[in-house]
C-alpha cells in the first residue's frame, strides 16, 4: 500500500487497515492479520489487528470528521488526530513507560499506528469491576510530573515552549471543554442531563453566584494560561492500566493550558470512586494521596535539576508553584465532579448505580463536594486538608 | 516596480522606496518624490517619502536581519515585519484613532508602508521639551481599553482568540523582554548599565529576595499569561503626539500576554516624567490617572456591552479582571521602572539631567518606587493609593 502518498482522507476498511498494517514491516511479509473495528465509532475508527499466531499486533486509530454524542452529529477537525499523534510523540519522549509507542502517523488519513494495548484494561472498568490497580497511581504521579515539568517555560526554555504552544492551538476540542465542562453546567443549556431527582439539587447549583464567580475564574486560567502541554482530557477512560503497567491514551484535547487541569482531572475520576466505592474509599483516598506525594516530588526533584530559569531556581518559587498547581487541581476536580454528574457526558462509576435511592445520594455528593472544591480551593492548603473535606462530605 | 513579485529580501535604497511609493498610487502618477532614511539604523529602515509640493508623505519602514544595541549586533528574524504589521493593522481596526494607517505590507521585503506622522513628535521627546499633550492620556486610555479587551476571550470569543494567540508567536522579541526587564537587571548580567554611584543601590537590589521572588512572579506572567494581544513595548518613545493627536507606532514586540503589561509600560514612562519634571509633577500625575480612569470606564462599557462570554458578564467578574490588570500594571511598571534605570536600555528622562547629584537622586528615586510598586501592587488596591505610594518616593 502507497500509504505515503495518500492525498486524501476516506475511511479506512479492515481490508485497508490490515494493509497498511504489512506495509509498515511490523509484521512478517507473508503474516496472515486479522483485523476487528473495535472502536465505539463516536469520534474515532480503531482497528485492533493481531497476526494469525496472536502473538502480536497493532491498533490504528484513524478520526472521523464528525462527533457523535447521545444521537447528535456536528462536524470535527481531522487537525486533531495531527494533535493527538504529536501529543502522544512528545508525552512518550518525557514519559516513555507510560505513553504507547507510536508507529506510523499520517495526518492527510488522520491515522495513528500504535502499540497494541488489549492486553490491559481501560482503568474506569477495571475499578468498577473491583481492581486496584496498585501502581497506578505512583505511576500517574510520575507521568503528570514529567509531561508537566518539562513542557512548562521551566523545563523547556520559553522559546522552545512558545514553539510548542503555537503547534497544540486546538481551538475546537477546547471549546468542547470551554462548553461542556466550565459553562453549561452552570445555566439551563440543553446539551445538560440529569435524572428528575436532582432538579432542585441543580437549580440551587444555577441560582449560586459565588460558584458562578468562582467558576469564572477557573475558565479564565483554563482560557488563558499557557503554562503547561496539557493532556486535556486525564480521566480515567483515558488510562490503561494492569496490576503492572500505566498507559495514558487520547491526548486528542492536548493544548498549553494550566497544569491544575489535568491533575484535577485525575483527582475528580478518583473521588468518583472514593464516592461510590463505599467498601474501599480507603484504597482510592490513597491513590489520590499517591498520585500528589509522588507528582510532588518527582516535580520538585526536576524543578532543582533541571530547571532553565536561572533565576527561578528557589524553594519559595517552587513552594508557590506547586500551592497554585494544587489550588488550580482542586477547582477544576470541582468541575469535572460537577459536569460529570448533570452536564453532557457522564461516567458510569455514577450511572451503574442500580439503585435509585443510593445512585442519588451519591450524586448529591459528587455534586456537594464539586461545590466545595471550587469555593473553598484557596482554604484547602495541602493534601491533607483535601482528604478530610472528602470525608466531610461523604 | 513589481513589488509583488519580490521573491528575496534585500535592504532599500532611497531609490528603489521611491519606486515602490509610486507604484502604490498614493502620489499622482508624474510626481517628483525625494526620500530621506530617518531611522536610527539599529533594527529598520525607515524611509520618509514627500512629494515636490510637501503636500503629501509616506512612511516606509523595513525591518533590518539584525539589532544593533551599544554597539553589539546580533541577528534578529525579519518574521517581526509580518507582526508588527499585523499587530497595525489588528490594533487599526480596533483603535483607528491612534494607529496610523497603513497602506501596503509585503512580508518578504519586511516592508510596511504607512501614514506619515512627521507632524507629531515622539512623547518622550515632546514632554522632555517641556510638551504638555493634554489628550495623550485620554487617548491612551482608550486606546488601551479597545485594544486590550476587543483581543481577550472575552471580546473575541474564545476560538477567534486561539488563531491570534497562534498568530501572534513571537519568541525572538519576546526573549528580549524576558532577559532585558525580568532576569538581568536582578543578578550581575553583563547586560546590565549603570553609573558607579548607584552601585551599592544596585548591589541591594541583587541581595533582595522578596524582590527575586515577586518578579519571579511577573516573569512568570508575561511567559504564560495569554489574555491579550500586547503591543509589547507601549513606552513613550513609541507614542506620536501633538496636543490633538497620539498614534501608536512599533508594535514589534506584540504578542499575546497579560493585559497589565501594555498599562504599567504606559504608568512606568509616564512616571520617569513624574519623577524628574519635578515643576510639572501634577500634570503627570494627571495623566497617570486618567489613563486608569478613561481604560476602566471604556472596558467597563466594552464588558457590559459586547461581552461574548455570556456567564462572565458579571459585575464581580469585571471588578476582578480589573483589580487584576491593575495590580499586574503596578507590578509590571515596577519593573520597567528598575530597568531603565540599570539595565541595557535606558531613557532620556533620566540620562539627560546633567547634574550629577540631581541624576542620581532621581535613578535613586525610581528603583525605589519600582521596588515598592513590585512588592506592595497586592496591597496598593486603588489609582490613588498608587498615587499617594508615589508622593511618598518623591
Not at 486524501?8 to 509484521?27: K, M, R
Not at 518539562?150 to 523545563?155: A, L, N, Q, V
Amino acid at each position: 500500500m502507497s500509504h505515503l502518498k495518500q492525498t486524501h482522507y476516506a475511511p479506512l476498511t479492515e481490508a485497508v487497515a490490515i494493509e497498511l498494517a504489512l506495509s509498515l514491516n511490523f509484521f512478517t511479509e507473508n503474516a496472515v492479520l486479522s483485523c476487528k473495528e473495535i472502536g465505539d465509532g463516536n469520534l474515532n475508527l480503531v482497528f485492533h489487528i493481531v497476526d494469525e499466531q496472536g502473538s502480536k499486533g497493532l491498533i490504528i486509530k484513524q478520526a472521523l470528521p464528525y462527533a457523535k454524542v447521545v444521537g447528535e452529529s456536528w462536524p470535527l477537525t481531522l487537525k486533531r488526530a495531527k494533535i493527538e499523534a504529536d501529543a502522544l510523540k512528545t508525552f512518550g519522549q518525557l514519559a516513555p513507560d507510560y505513553v504507547p509507542t507510536i508507529y506510523f502517523t499520517d495526518d492527510v488519513l488522520a491515522v495513528t499506528v500504535m502499540e497494541d494495548l488489549s492486553h490491559l484494561l481501560i482503568a474506569r472498568t477495571g475499578f468498577i469491576n473491583g481492581e486496584t490497580y496498585p501502581l497506578i497511581s505512583k505511576h500517574l504521579g510520575e507521568y503528570l510530573a514529567k509531561t508537566l515539568f518539562y513542557t512548562s517555560d521551566y523545563g523547556l526554555g520559553p522559546s522552545a515552549k512558545k514553539e510548542q504552544v503555537q503547534m497544540f492551538i486546538n481551538p475546537e476540542l477546547c471549546k468542547i471543554t470551554e462548553d461542556l465542562i466550565f459553562t453549561d453546567p452552570y445555566f439551563d443549556a440543553d446539551t445538560n442531563y440529569f435524572e428528575d431527582g436532582l432538579l432542585s439539587d441543580v437549580e440551587a447549583l444555577w441560582q449560586d453566584d459565588e460558584l458562578r464567580f468562582q467558576v469564572n475564574l477557573l475558565k479564565r486560567s483554563f482560557l488563558t494560561e499557557a503554562e503547561v502541554l496539557l493532556h486535556g482530557d486525564l480521566h480515567t477512560g483515558s488510562v490503561f492500566a494492569s496490576n503492572s503497567e500505566t498507559k495514558v491514551i487520547d491526548p486528542e484535547f492536548a493544548f498549553y493550558g494550566p497544569a491544575g487541569f489535568d491533575i484535577g482531572q485525575v483527582f475528580a475520576n478518583l473521588l468518583f470512586q472514593v464516592i461510590v466505592n463505599t467498601k474501599n474509599q480507603e484504597r482510592f483516598v490513597h491513590h489520590i494521596e499517591t498520585v500528589w506525594n509522588v507528582f510532588k516530588d518527582e516535580f520538585t526533584h526536576l524543578w532543582n535539576t533541571e530547571n532553565k530559569e536561572i533565576l527561578a531556581k528557589t524553594d519559595k518559587f517552587l513552594s508557590y508553584t506547586l500551592a497554585k498547581f494544587f489550588e488550580d487541581s482542586l477547582g477544576f476536580a470541582g468541575c469535572e465532579l460537577i459536569r460529570r454528574t448533570i452536564g453532557l457526558a457522564h461516567v458510569t462509576d455514577l450511572d451503574s448505580i442500580e439503585d435509585e435511592k443510593t445512585r442519588l445520594a451519591a450524586k448529591r455528593k459528587t455534586l456537594e463536594l464539586g461545590k466545595i472544591l471550587i469555593k473553598q480551593r484557596k482554604e484547602i492548603i495541602n493534601c491533607a486538608a483535601f482528604i478530610s473535606k472528602v470525608k466531610e462530605v461523604l
